[in-house]
């Protein structure tokens, strides 16, 4: 069955970094999108990048634009997510997604 196993979430201080994975499983990686998502208490889950199948187009969420970066190693079937600068307002759980399936989620925690 296809599995995505999120990584690498945790708490950081405002300013930090954090680097998130996504590991695929079940599926050929390299015929899918892959996105990112984030969810708030009590809010919806959102968008926040996603990266086509081919690596060479990116789109991201303007509240992210100019620190976030998404990328994928498709010999790893892995995709990734490289956060600087980090804010308080980006405390969330991380969604990894590959069309209609999803990860469990990572939670990342940016303290003030």
């Known amino acids: 069955q296809v599995q995505l196993v999120e990584s690498g979430g945790g708490l950081v201080q405002a300013g930090g970094s954090l680097s998130l994975s996504c590991a695929a499983s079940g599926l050929t990686f390299s015929s899918y999108a892959m996105g990112w998502f984030r969810q708030r208490p009590g809010e919806a889950r959102v968008f926040v990048a996603d990266i086509n199948m081919s690596g060479d187009s990116t789109d991201y969420a303007d509240s992210v634009k100019g620190r976030f970066t998404i990328s994928r190693d498709d010999a790893k079937n892995t995709a990734y997510l490289q956060m600087n600068n980090l804010k308080p307002e980006d405390t969330a759980v991380y969604y990894c997604?590959?069309?209609?399936?999803w990860g469990q989620g990572t939670q990342v925690t940016v303290s003030s």
């Open positions: 997604n590959a069309e209609r399936f």
